[in-house]
């Protein structure tokens, strides 16, 4: 079965500090594709980074890291000197079709970040 | 605009009210989805078009659900005899190839059935 899990519901840290964001998939296909959405409140899902399984380097851009782990299955999302701005619900998901990367995402619960000042 | 539009943002309806939601993709993206999203919850599929070909409706929760998008382009999501259950943010999302490319999602119309 495909699924995945955060199982952070909520995190609040103080401005500057590094927060990771977990998630951990379940998926019987050897190829698929990993997403994070970044949801402020204004309602909009925001890209943030699609890696597929076959990549498990590791990505960072700007303050923002990734870190691909095939054996625990895990696609943690970290943030570096944490800012107010980066306050928002963060999902992972996942996709096991080849052909249709974003179609029929299988998606997480979300964890709400809170930074405050 | 630039972005997808989503219409009305909010609306508040009495159970057994239709309503209608409307989505205006970027222009020239070719698929458009649209998602269920409960509070605290993620998005859950409801449909998908393909121009104005629906390809998938598997997750139309029920009968009384109805999406259409006649021209390609702006997509209509309506909800028919509404009950408190269909109470959530739908969300539409478009992209510009059919196979490939991130999804630009719109803010979501918030629906509360009292």
């Known amino acids: 079965a495909q699924k995945v899990t955060q199982a952070q519901t909520e995190i609040s840290v103080v401005e500057k500090e590094d927060v990771t964001l977990d998630c951990v998939y379940e998926?019987?296909?050897?190829?698929?594709?990993l997403f994070w959405y970044k949801q402020p409140p204004s309602g909009e899902l925001v890209f943030l980074i699609r890696?597929?399984?076959?990549d498990e380097q590791n990505e960072i851009s700007g303050r923002y890291s990734w870190n691909f782990q095939k054996s625990t299955s895990s696609f943690n999302f970290t943030i570096t000197a944490s800012q107010v701005v980066d306050s928002a619900v963060y999902f992972c998901a996942l996709s096991e079709s080849v052909l249709d990367s974003n179609y029929q995402l299988i998606w997480g619960a979300g964890t709400k970040l809170i930074i405050k000042p | 605009g630039a972005g997808v539009s989503q219409s009305p943002r909010y609306k508040v309806a009495k159970r057994g009210q239709d309503v209608a939601l409307r989505c205006d993709p970027i222009s020239g993206h070719v698929s458009l989805f649209w998602y269920q999203q409960a509070l605290g919850q993620g998005p859950e599929f409801l449909t998908y078009f393909q121009n104005e070909a629906q390809l998938d409706k598997s997750g139309l929760p029920s009968d009384r659900f109805f999406a259409e998008r006649p021209e390609g382009s702006v997509s209509t999501l309506k909800i028919q005899r509404t009950q408190q259950e269909d109470s959530a943010v739908y969300l539409c999302?478009?992209?510009?190839?059919?196979?490939?490319?991130?999804?630009?999602f719109g803010e979501g119309s918030r629906l509360t059935v009292l």
């Open positions: 998926t019987r296909d050897t190829t698929y594709y």
């Open positions: 890696r597929n399984s076959f």
């Open positions: 999302a478009s992209r510009w190839d059919a196979n490939t490319g991130e999804l630009f």
